[in-house]
């Protein structure tokens, strides 16, 4: 997802629009294969909402900055999720969430 156009390469392609339509649009339409989504809480909270999420996949990096920009907007409604696996590779951990 971007906000200004850029050229698609090889299997990246970049599109703008409502998120959580694309997102639908490519469910119904791929008959194999993942979407896989990186973005902000713009990108991330119509997702959220329209519980488009299957897999949830968070790296913490363990960096105390005091201030920043939240991973989930006060735009995402209530959603409880299940922690299906954490993994620590370096000093970063992943967490894996399902729904």
Do not use: C
Request: glycine share 8%; hydrophobic share 45%; charged share 20%.
């Amino acid at each position: 997802m971007t906000t200004r156009p850029l050229p698609d390469e090889d299997n990246i392609h970049f599109i703008n629009g409502k998120v959580a339509e694309v997102v639908e649009k490519l469910k119904r339409e791929s008959s194999h294969g993942d979407i896989w989504i990186i973005g902000g809480s713009n990108v991330i909270a119509p997702l959220v909402n329209a519980d488009l999420i299957d897999i949830y996949h968070i790296g913490i990096v363990p960096i105390v900055l005091g201030k920043g920009i939240p991973l989930f907007s006060n735009q995402v409604q209530f959603k409880e999720l299940n922690l299906a696996s954490v993994k620590k590779i370096n000093e970063i951990v992943y967490l894996e969430y399902v729904k």
